[in-house]
């Protein structure tokens, strides 16, 4: 599709906000300018036409299919950076994000994931289902790069060894400040999408396999949000929880939706010599 190029020059305009902050860190200059923030809500914009364009040509939330969901999942990255770090002055999560951005958009341009689906709406409840989770998600990688931000400054405070990054990383306060507020809005979000998903008309039983490991995501953002205050845990635990939580995440959503009956990426239109009906069967690749 063209709205493709869409996506293409947003990945392009996150690698040179992510070649800048590298940069920058290594030459222990300022992260963020009004240039580079400028340059991180033009990729944005971009991203946001690109979501637009392929839900226009699809009549519906671009929700379809793996690449579309990795683009929304940036989107929501991008999204929540770009209310988070003025706010709190945090700007130089930036130079975080837009790393994870541009490698997330980029292995979905190059793996051949935008397979086209057939045609079936998929209904107000399913769209908010689907929404929610995935900003959701989006919203606990933010909270992961903060993490690794504060696990960044105690590493170097511990080894009482300050290079360039630790003067250009926030005060470990503020850190969690950030990190407990995008997790407090990552898990009602999150929350929120689960309980759509019970009210998703159905013509089969539940998909058990896609319920029992989207209750056991629910489970990790709750662990990570009120371990530290139950049970007392450090903070920089805490910290560590976040990261490897998004990670097990990242790594787990394709398999999951793989082994899942209702949630399958190969669903491809079938071809105009084809004279079977398409199926009825709509492909779901989120929580």
């Given at each position: ?40 809500l033009i990729g944005f914009i971009l991203n946001s036409i ?113 290079d360039n990054w630790f003067y250009s990383l926030p005060a ?96 491809p239109v079938p071809a105009p010599s084809n004279p079977a ?11």
């Amino acid at each position: 599709m063209v709205d493709r190029y869409w996506l293409i020059a947003a990945t392009v305009v996150y690698l040179g906000s992510a070649a800048w902050g590298a940069f920058a860190l290594g030459a222990r200059r300022a992260t963020s300018t009004p240039w580079n923030d400028s340059v991180l809500l033009i990729g944005f914009i971009l991203n946001s036409i690109f979501l637009y364009e392929r839900g226009k040509a699809l009549g519906q939330c671009p929700l379809t299919n793996l690449f579309e969901v990795v683009a929304f999942i940036n989107w929501s990255l991008v999204l929540t950076y770009l209310a988070i770090g003025p706010v709190y002055r945090m700007s130089i999560l930036g130079a975080f994000t837009a790393p994870l951005v541009f490698l997330l958009n980029f292995l979905a341009l190059v793996v051949p994931v935008d397979v086209p689906v057939s045609p079936h709406h998929l209904g107000w409840t399913l769209e908010a289902h689907a929404a929610l989770t995935l900003i959701g998600f989006g919203m606990l990688g933010v909270a992961a790069l903060a993490g690794l931000m504060y696990l960044i400054q105690e590493h170097q405070v511990k080894r009482r060894s300050l290079d360039n990054w630790f003067y250009s990383l926030p005060a470990m306060g503020r850190l969690e400040t950030v990190h407990r507020l995008v997790l407090k809005w990552a898990f009602l979000l999150f929350s929120i999408g689960m309980l759509f998903g019970f009210f998703i008309p159905r013509q089969t039983a539940f998909d058990w396999v896609k319920v029992f490991w989207s209750a056991f995501v629910w489970l990790v953002y709750a662990v990570i949000l009120l371990a530290p205050r139950l049970v007392h845990m450090s903070r920089k635990k805490a910290a560590w929880l976040s990261v490897t939580g998004y990670i097990f995440l990242l790594l787990t959503f394709w398999g999951i939706n793989s082994l899942s009956q209702d949630h399958r990426f190969n669903n491809p239109v079938p071809a105009p010599s084809n004279p079977a009906p398409l199926a009825t069967r709509h492909q779901e690749v989120f929580p």
